[in-house]
């Protein structure tokens, strides 16, 4: 494993950045979930970026890592999609993380609906896990974390969001290329509920990611790209390639 400390220096000493590999962003995050206690409380992203992370755990759970003990709360879901839906957040948690893992579904939390009181319902259901132990988050390129579009605040909470069209596009990708079809709205773990984990693991590959990503880790703290809020966190762990570290200038 070649995984390293990278030079790039976050703002806040309480970030890490591991430098790796793209092939092994998901065993380098799967050793950081792995330290995680068996009946953990686990935030798990959806998008791209965890999938190697998600295979990684399926393996050792093959090997014998104990799994099923966990929960699991996913950071947002499109407002609109059953999670019948293939397309939903609630499908490919489901498909693509609890069951592979054993996690059964009562121990599974996908926002659904549309109104506050649903949002609130989230935010009760995490609450009374006792909290999220360590959350996994991605990076939108615009500086999105979960669904939390620029211009979210440090106080947000789970909440029905409209979608940036730059996201919009970026997702068209899982609907058959047709912008139309994504979405308008979501709903997402604010900032605050996601600063509320004790630990938080971000990953990222690819060059699109640069920009966001050096902003949000040495730029200033502020609402145009809400994963600079990730600072303020006292436990943070960047596990990313050279090209989403590496932004051309
Ligand atoms: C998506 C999701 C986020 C995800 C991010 C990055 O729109 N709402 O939870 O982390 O954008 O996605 P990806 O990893 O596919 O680039």
Known sequence: MTAQTLALAPVSS?????????????????????????????????????????????????????????????????????????????????????????????????????????????????????????QIVGIGRNGHIGFNEPGSDAETRTRVVELDESTRRANAEHFGGDLSLVPTHAMTQGVATILSARRIVLVASGAAKARALRAALTGPVTAANPASFLQRHPDVTVVADSDALTEDR
């Open 14 to 134: 309480s970030t890490r950045v591991i430098a790796c590999a793209t092939d092994e962003i998901g065993e380098v995050a799967a050793d950081l979930v792995a330290s995680l206690a068996p009946d953990g409380v686990l935030g798990v992203a959806t998008g791209s970026s965890p999938l190697a992370l998600y295979a990684a755990l399926i393996r050792r759970r093959a090997e014998g890592l104990a799994t099923e003990g966990l929960r699991l709360f996913a950071l947002d879901e499109y407002v609109g999609l059953s999670g019948d839906d293939p397309r939903s957040y609630a499908a490919y948690v489901r498909s693509v993380i609890a069951e592979p893992l054993g996690i059964p579904a009562s121990r599974v939390r996908v926002p659904s609906g549309s109104t506050a009181a649903d949002a609130e319902t989230y935010e009760r259901a995490i609450a009374a896990a006792g909290g999220v132990d360590l």
